[in-house]
């Protein structure tokens, strides 16, 4: 079975310039999930997706990110323009459901990334 | 909202030596929680999870984890450390959402 698929892997882009990410979340995943992570840190929660509505968001710089998930299946993160400070991993996750009371018992499984570099 | 406090970003041990990696939580209602590792260059892979039941929990690669309610607590250990635990590991909290600690990097020296 495929597991979350990101792509693309690694983009370097000057900034200002507009950039997008694609993920394609495990077949049957209701749950969609976007973190960045700074190098050194944790992931930070961007966005989270029941099905094809964004339930949070409250963590998404709405001035420069927006998301999309058509149709409830594969999702993509944009940035336009791109800033310095957004070089960084971003993270894509699923699950068959919400994590905790009143969600689904499950796990996310998360893609490998894309490593952003705004130069 | 929950959150989660790793306590050590940097934790060093020997081929061999226990490992101890703390996790504390913040939670209004008991949450889920995980731990996840993280090699370099990829994604995060689940070790093991707390949801109901059994407190103590087994996951994989030797690891396991106890939580400790009454110490808002869910420390990640393995008897002997072997070379290929050498990474990042993240703790995380879920009341719907994850939310993930800051990590600990674990070297295992030879």
């Known amino acids: 079975e495929a597991g979350v698929v990101q792509s693309p892997r690694y983009k370097i882009i000057e900034k200002k310039q507009p950039v997008a990410f694609w993920c394609n979340p495990i077949?049957?995943?209701?749950?969609l999930y976007w973190y960045r992570q700074n190098l050194g840190q944790g992931p930070e929660l961007l966005i989270r997706y029941e099905n094809e509505e964004a339930v949070d968001d409250s963590q998404l710089p709405k001035d420069r990110f927006s998301a999309e998930r058509l149709k409830g299946v594969d999702s993509t993160l944009k940035i336009q323009p791109a800033e310095l400070g957004d070089s960084a991993v971003y993270l894509c996750?699923?699950?068959?459901?919400?994590?905790?009371?009143?969600?689904?018992?499950?796990?996310?499984?998360f893609g490998q990334g894309t490593r952003l570099t705004v130069v | 909202a929950q959150s989660v406090t790793q306590l050590g970003s940097h934790v060093s041990v020997s081929e061999g030596a226990l490992v101890l990696l703390r996790c504390n939580y913040s939670?209004?209602?008991?949450?889920?929680l995980f731990w996840y590792v993280q090699y370099p260059n990829q994604g995060l892979q689940l070790l093991l999870k707390?949801?109901?039941?059994?407190?103590l929990v087994k996951g994989i690669n030797g690891f396991e984890a106890e939580f400790k309610k009454s110490e808002t607590s869910f420390h990640l250990t393995k008897p002997s450390a072997h070379m290929s635990d050498a990474a990042e590991y993240f703790c995380a909290v879920s009341l719907g959402d994850m939310r993930f600690g800051a990590g600990t990097r674990l070297t295992v020296k030879p």
């Open positions: 939670s209004s209602v008991p949450p889920y």
């Open positions: 996750a699923s699950s068959l459901g919400g994590l905790g009371r009143g969600g689904m018992n499950t796990e996310a499984f």
């Open positions: 077949s049957g995943h209701n749950t």
């Open positions: 707390y949801t109901t039941g059994a407190t």
